[in-house]
């Protein structure tokens, strides 16, 4: 049973578009949501994050926006670039444990 | 600064041989994951420690999995005896807990374990 589920394998957008990537989750404990970026023989590498005490998080071009009534968020990327195509990985903690729930990823690929 | 180190970053054996799996998390780190990534399951957590002490190792699938943190800065994950349903790129992962608030875990780069 997915706590955490990306329901998008892939994703793809021409460069200086903007990217949408959601994430969709199951469990109202959770209080910390994060995204990481994965490329190929890599390890994931944390992008952005939100506590739930907020809506909305911005990092230059990547914004995470959290929906906690639809128990939803997701990451918009603008203007996407041909670097940023990878693997996104949603993930997801509860203040009272240390681990984090991870979705199975979404590629996304960006068009020159 | 140095981020979370694992070795090897490819291992290939027989099946039946025991692998162990190292990692060195980023100093200062009181949290280190044991996490195993594989097309069907995706990432899913194995176990993890807090100072050194296992917390949860729910997700180890079974007892021919082993780990242990036996200072802060050296961990290993262990199979014995190795299956091929084994092979999967294993990750490490550290963090440091602040006020009690979540930090972002940081990743090694893995191990491709392939078990013939």
């Known amino acids: 049973d997915q706590q955490v589920k990306q329901n998008s394998p892939s994703l793809s957008v021409q460069e200086g578009r903007i990217s949408i990537l959601n994430c969709d989750y199951t469990?109202?404990?959770?209080?910390?949501f994060l995204w990481y970026k994965k490329y190929p023989a890599e390890g994931p590498t944390f992008l952005i994050s939100?506590?739930?005490?907020?809506d909305k998080n911005e990092d230059g071009r990547f914004t995470v926006f959290l929906n906690k009534s639809a128990k939803h968020l997701s990451l918009h990327i603008v203007p996407s670039q041909p670097g940023d195509s990878a693997v996104y990985f949603c993930?997801?903690?509860?203040?009272?444990?240390?681990?984090?729930?991870f979705g199975k990823g979404t590629k996304l690929s960006v068009k020159p | 600064d140095a981020g979370v180190i694992q070795s090897p970053r490819h291992e290939v054996t027989e099946m039946g041989q025991e692998v162990t799996l190292r990692c060195k998390p980023i100093?200062?780190?009181?949290?280190l994951f044991w996490y195993r990534q594989t097309m069907m399951r995706g990432l899913e957590l194995l176990i993890y420690?807090?100072?050194?002490?296992?917390?949860?190792d729910s997700g180890m699938p079974e007892d021919r999995f082993s780990a242990k943190m036996p200072n802060a800065s050296f961990s290993t994950l262990k199979i014995q005896p190795s299956e091929p349903r084994d092979s999967a790129v294993y990750f490490c992962?550290?963090?440091?807990?602040?006020?009690?608030?979540?930090?972002?875990?940081?990743f090694g780069d893995g191990t491709r374990l392939s078990i013939l």
């Open positions: 992962a550290s963090s440091f807990s602040q006020g009690g608030t979540n930090q972002p875990q940081h």
């Open positions: 469990n109202s404990m959770f209080d910390y």
């Open positions: 939100i506590s739930s005490i907020k």
């Open positions: 993930a997801a903690s509860a203040r009272s444990q240390g681990n984090l729930i």
């Open positions: 100093s200062g780190h009181d949290y």
């Open positions: 420690f807090n100072n050194n002490v296992p917390i949860d």
